[in-house]
C-alpha cells in the first residue's frame, strides 16, 4: 500500500516534470528586431520622417524588397548609413560590402535614400544610422 | 664615450614605441581617415550602388526566372593611379551571383578566357591517357547573353587652398542579342583635401 502511493507520487511527478515549459527555440517569430535603429549622436540633429517599402515586381516573377527612408536635418551634419538583410528565418543575407554609407546634410535639408534587397528570399531588414566617428 | 650610442639606442627604443601599432581594420567598422586617391570603400560604394540599381531596374532578371549569363568586357582605368579594375568587376559579379539572377562567364574575354582551363581541358580528347566519359563534350559552354564594361575617369580642380579630386565610375551592361545598352550607371565620388596630398 505505502509502495503504491510512492509509485503514484513518483509517476505523477515525473508526468508534470515532462509538461514544464519548454525554452522555444528562437525562431524568426521570435526575435523582436527594430527595423529603424538610430544612435543617440545622430538622433539630436536629424529626424527620419519617413520609412516606406515595398516589393517590386521582377520580370521572372519574384519581387524584391525596397526601403526608402527621408531624413530632415536640424542643423549640418554628416551621418553613415547601412541596410541589413534578413530572410524569412532571421538570417543575414549578404549584400555588396559591410560598409556604412556617409551623407552629409545642410540644415533643414530633406533628403531620401532608397536600398534594394540583394534576393527575392529577403523579408526584412534593419536600418541602421550612425555618426562617423571621423 | 659609450654615452652617445646608448642614448641613440635609448631614443631609437622610445620612438619605436610611439609609433602606430599595425592593426587589422574592419571594413563593417571603418572610421580611418579618407584617402584623396580610390580605396576599397569608394570602391563599395560603386559596387552597391550599381548592383542596388540594377537589380531594382530588373536589367538582370530574365523574363522566364533562368539567370543571365554575363561577361565582364572592359573596364578602363582612365585615372592617374594604378587601378585594377577587378576591384569593382569583382564585387559586383559576387553580389549578382549571390543574387541568383546572374551567372558570369570566365570561358570568353576580350584579352582570352579568364580561367583557360575550359579550353585547356577540351584538348583532353582523344588522350589515350584519360578516361573520355569524364572528358568535356562538345557543345557545352555557354556563351554569354550580357556584358558589363565601364571607365573610371579622374579630374584635377584647385579649389581655393585646397585641391578636389573627382572619379567617375561609368558602368553599362549590353545585350549582347541587340547591342543596346539596357542598364547604366555613372557614380560620382568627390573629394577635396590639402594641396600637399597626392591623388596618384
Not at chain 1, 109 to 115: C, L, N, P, S
Not at chain 2, 55 to 71: H, Q, T
Request: glycine share 6%; charged share 25%; hydrophobic share 40%.
Amino acid at each position: 500500500m505505502r509502495f503504491q502511493k510512492q509509485i503514484i507520487a513518483f509517476s505523477c511527478a515525473l508526468a508534470l516534470a515532462g509538461c514544464a515549459i519548454q525554452p522555444p527555440a528562437e525562431t524568426a517569430a521570435a526575435i523582436d528586431r527594430e527595423q529603424l535603429q538610430i544612435d543617440p549622436e545622430v538622433n539630436y540633429f536629424v529626424a527620419v520622417t519617413e520609412l516606406l517599402s515595398q516589393r517590386i515586381a521582377q520580370p521572372g516573377g519574384e519581387t524584391l524588397l525596397q526601403i526608402q527612408y527621408a531624413i530632415e536635418a536640424r542643423s549640418n551634419g554628416d551621418l553613415a548609413w547601412k541596410v541589413t538583410w534578413f530572410d524569412p528565418n532571421g538570417m543575414v543575407v549578404k549584400g555588396v560590402g559591410e560598409g556604412y554609407r556617409k551623407v552629409s546634410l545642410l540644415t533643414g535639408q530633406t533628403r531620401y535614400f532608397t536600398a534594394t534587397a540583394p534576393h527575392a528570399r529577403v523579408t526584412d531588414y534593419q536600418l541602421h544610422l550612425r555618426e562617423p566617428q571621423q | 664615450m659609450f654615452k652617445l650610442p646608448i642614448v641613440f639606442c635609448i631614443s631609437m627604443l622610445m620612438l619605436a614605441g610611439c609609433a602606430t601599432p599595425t592593426r587589422y581594420i574592419d571594413p563593417a567598422a571603418d572610421d580611418g581617415p579618407v584617402t584623396m586617391t580610390m580605396d576599397y570603400r569608394d570602391f563599395e560604394k560603386a559596387a552597391t550602388e550599381a548592383v542596388d540599381d540594377m537589380l531594382a531596374s530588373g536589367a538582370v532578371s530574365k523574363p522566364n526566372g533562368e539567370r543571365y549569363i554575363m561577361v565582364v568586357s572592359r573596364v578602363t582605368n582612365d585615372t592617374m593611379q594604378r587601378i585594377d579594375t577587378d576591384q569593382l568587376t569583382k564585387k559586383i559579379r559576387v553580389a549578382l551571383l549571390r543574387s541568383g539572377k546572374v551567372v558570369t562567364t570566365t570561358a570568353v574575354g576580350l584579352d582570352g578566357a579568364e580561367d583557360e582551363m575550359s579550353a585547356r581541358v577540351r584538348e583532353l580528347r582523344d588522350s589515350e591517357e584519360f578516361d573520355q566519359a569524364g572528358v568535356q563534350r562538345k557543345g557545352t559552354l555557354i556563351a554569354p547573353d550580357l556584358s558589363l564594361s565601364g571607365k573610371i575617369l579622374q579630374r584635377n580642380h584647385k579649389a581655393g587652398k585646397e585641391q578636389q579630386v573627382e572619379y567617375y565610375i561609368q558602368l553599362s551592361l549590353t545585350d549582347l542579342a541587340t547591342g543596346l545598352a539596357t542598364w547604366e550607371v555613372e557614380t560620382p565620388i568627390i573629394k577635396r583635401g590639402p594641396n600637399d596630398s597626392v591623388s596618384w
